[in-house]
């Protein structure tokens, strides 16, 4: 008669030694095998930045639905984080009337690359909204 606690102590220890095999395997298959630039494009597509069409899409949301969007991609793979954090022409979209810490982020991490400035309608405080017209 077997002891239950070595049994789980081998399940355990089967379970981890698959769960390591399976992430092995994925690694090696899957989309991380693609070369950066491919990644990118596929990021661009994401993101609405490769076609007309998309670019109506990227210049329809707000740079905050932007970001939202460029950090669930980050979330996916830590080597996907480190791509889009050295792919500094994704981090190119700026609207001044955004948080602070989310314009001096983009800023920062666009280095050289032309930033395009939104300045979104919807926001207010500059005297165009029907209480200033009073």
């Known amino acids: 008669m077997s002891h239950p606690s070595l049994h789980i102590a081998?399940?355990?220890?089967?379970?981890?030694?698959?769960?390591?095999?399976?992430?092995?395997q994925n690694a090696g298959t899957s989309i991380n095998r693609l070369?950066?630039?491919?990644l990118l494009?596929?990021?661009g597509i994401a993101l609405g930045l490769d076609s007309e069409r998309a670019r109506g899409r990227y210049h329809s949301i707000s740079t905050i639905e932007y970001y939202r969007d460029l950090r669930e991609l980050r979330l996916v793979a830590w080597g996907w984080s480190c791509l889009i954090d050295n792919s500094?022409?994704?981090?190119?979209k700026v609207d001044p009337f955004d948080p602070e810490e989310l314009w001096r982020m983009a800023l920062k991490k666009s280095q050289n690359a032309l930033v395009d400035v939104y300045?979104?309608?919807?926001?207010?405080?500059?005297?165009?909204?029907q209480e200033s017209r009073k």
Request: aromatic content about 10%; overall charge negative; glycine content about 6%.
């Open 10 to 24: 081998v399940s355990a220890t089967a379970d981890r030694t698959s769960a390591h095999a399976i992430r092995e």
């Open 35 to 38: 070369p950066d630039e491919l």
């Open 41 to 43: 494009a596929i990021f």
């Open 88 to 92: 500094h022409e994704l981090w190119t």
């Open 119 to 129: 300045c979104q309608s919807s926001h207010r405080g500059w005297g165009w909204d």
